[in-house]
């Protein structure tokens, strides 16, 4: 469906830029890292936005840190917790595996943030138009965390943007009030890699050098001057 992620953030502001008015200071691009950092490349240039980051974290599984319970997020200091109720009672989750694994995955958040922002205070959200965007969805928990917790700080409005997501999680998410928007929404839906030629892993560097760029070409992401 996609060559790589550079393509696909191609497309996808092309389409961003008929459905979402706000432009230049009025927008924030929030990218997911990592690999939503090179598709929300091209959307913040279409959209002339400050390119920024917010990092989500799936809450792991005990003994399978791969199968998710839930996810995390970060707003303004507070913890937004998105827990899966099915797998919690399914796999017989305790209370206190998940308060550890939520301190856990903040204390992940907060490196990485650290990491990618290189001591740079994150843009304002109150009162534009922030779109958050990452490479795909399959349950959206992730995703879904990111958007509660941008929805906390006085946006405007706040849409997720992928390339590609299952039509159940566009109905689950205007279900919960939540607005995502998606290029392509095949079924059945498997793996959000199966439908991009190219999926390898984006490194860390490749962040920094995609927020560099950014910051290069628009100014220092702190805000309106």
């Given at each position: 469906?996609?060559?790589?992620?550079?393509?696909?953030?191609?497309?996808?502001?092309?389409?961003?830029?008929?459905?979402?008015?706000?432009?230049?200071?009025?927008?924030?691009?929030?990218?997911?890292?990592?690999?939503?950092?090179?598709?929300?490349?091209?959307?913040?240039?279409?959209?002339?936005?400050?390119?920024?980051?917010?990092?989500?974290?799936?809450?792991?599984?005990?003994?399978?840190?791969?199968?998710?319970?839930?996810?995390?997020?970060?707003?303004?200091?507070?913890?937004?917790?998105?827990?899966?109720?099915?797998?919690?009672?399914?796999?017989?989750?305790?209370?206190?595996?998940?308060?550890?694994?939520?301190?856990?995955?903040?204390?992940?958040?907060?490196?990485?943030?650290?990491?990618?922002?290189?001591?740079?205070?994150?843009?304002?959200?109150?009162?534009?138009?922030?779109?958050?965007?990452?490479?795909?969805?399959?349950?959206?928990?992730?995703?879904?965390?990111?958007?509660?917790?941008?929805?906390?700080?006085?946006?405007?409005?706040?849409?997720?943007?992928?390339?590609?997501?299952?039509?159940?999680?566009?109905r689950e998410f205007a279900?919960?009030?939540?607005?995502?928007?998606?290029?392509?929404?095949?079924?059945?839906?498997?793996?959000?890699?199966?439908?991009?030629?190219?999926f390898r892993p984006v490194?860390?560097?490749?962040?920094?050098?995609?927020?560099?760029?950014?910051?290069?070409?628009?100014?220092?992401?702190?805000?309106?001057?």
């Amino acid at each position: 469906m996609f060559q790589d992620r550079q393509e696909a953030g191609r497309l996808l502001g092309e389409f961003l830029r008929r459905v979402v008015p706000a432009r230049g200071e009025d927008a924030v691009v929030l990218a997911i890292p990592r690999g939503g950092a090179i598709v929300a490349q091209p959307v913040a240039e279409v959209l002339q936005a400050p390119l920024d980051v917010i990092v989500p974290r799936k809450l792991g599984a005990p003994d399978n840190p791969e199968l998710a319970i839930g996810a995390l997020a970060v707003s303004e200091g507070v913890d937004i917790t998105v827990l899966d109720e099915d797998s919690l009672a399914w796999l017989r989750v305790p209370p206190g595996y998940v308060a550890a694994e939520v301190e856990r995955q903040r204390r992940e958040i907060l490196r990485r943030e650290e990491v990618y922002r290189q001591g740079r205070p994150p843009v304002p959200l109150g009162g534009r138009t922030v779109v958050v965007v990452d490479d795909g969805v399959a349950t959206g928990l992730t995703a879904r965390a990111a958007l509660i917790a941008v929805s906390r700080q006085g946006p405007k409005e706040a849409v997720l943007a992928v390339p590609v997501a299952p039509p159940e999680t566009l109905r689950e998410f205007a279900r919960l009030g939540l607005k995502l928007l998606a290029l392509e929404t095949p079924s059945p839906f498997g793996a959000v890699g199966r439908f991009y030629g190219d999926f390898r892993p984006v490194e860390d560097d490749e962040v920094l050098a995609v927020l560099s760029a950014a910051r290069g070409s628009s100014g220092p992401p702190s805000g309106r001057p």
